[in-house]
């Protein structure tokens, strides 16, 4: 079965520091790679998407970085805060046929104040 | 708009019974996916539906199951409970086609005890 693999498991970070997550995958099909936030005890909500044939993408403090060739992609998220404190996923098609996704396993960031 | 419903938001059931769980997409969306989410596997697809079709499947034993409605309003049973099937599911709702942002709801809590 195709996987996601992301990395790291957990990350703390510093108010007004920067967060990166990062993830791989192996189907070069794929072509929609969204990051999901999740807060406990909610479901997970989209945060941004990016198609491959762009190298990045950035709405507000949150910045997808797309690498074709290396089969990666990494959420940044500048000037970090208390309230992104969240879990977050990685995911990818499940296949061309649909709208399912599989996921990375998540990264739990914690944000310092 | 209202989003992705699901019902019940919790439910505690004994090892061997069954049960059944509910998701009412946003209107206007046709496809539904189901993802079991555990802290150890984190989120995995279970199945996906369209108009009332089963679209694909994940890697799931055959005790799990679902179905869709002609309003699009989808279920899923799970069989002979094992105390390995307390998760988390949630439900997505899409428009349509793959590459389009999947809704989730808050999802079920289910207990096995």
Redesign the interface.
């Known amino acids: 079965?195709q996987q996601v693999k992301q990395s790291p498991q957990s990350l703390i970070v510093q108010k007004g520091g920067i967060s990166i997550i990062n993830c791989a995958y192996e189907n070069t099909a794929f072509?929609?790679f969204?990051w999901?936030q999740q807060f406990p005890?909610?479901?997970?909500?989209?945060l941004i998407?990016i198609?491959p044939d762009v190298s990045e993408k950035k709405e507000g403090r949150f910045t997808i970085s797309f690498n074709k060739s290396a089969k990666q992609f990494s959420l940044h998220i500048m000037d970090s805060q208390p309230g992104d404190s969240a879990t977050y996923?990685c995911a990818a098609?499940?296949?061309?046929?649909?709208?399912?996704?599989?996921?990375?396993?998540?990264t739990t960031l914690s944000v310092s104040s | 708009k209202a989003g992705v419903t699901q019902t019940p938001r919790y439910l505690i059931k004994t090892r061997g019974q069954q049960v059944t769980l509910s998701c009412s997409p946003i209107s206007g969306h046709r496809s539904v996916s189901w993802y079991q989410q555990t802290p150890g596997q984190g989120l995995q697809f279970l199945f996906e539906y369209f108009s009332e079709t089963q679209r694909n499947k994940g890697n799931f034993p055959g005790r799990f199951s679902g179905r869709q409605f002609s309003n699009s309003r989808s279920e899923m049973n799970v069989s002979t409970l094992e105390l390995g099937d307390s998760a988390l599911y949630l439900c997505a709702s899409s428009i349509d086609t793959g590459g389009t942002e999947a809704f989730f709801g808050q999802g079920t809590r289910l207990t096995v005890v």
């Open positions: 079965q072509d929609y969204p999901y005890g909610k479901g997970p909500a989209l998407a198609r996923f098609p499940y296949n061309q046929a649909g709208t399912a996704l599989i996921f990375g396993k998540g």
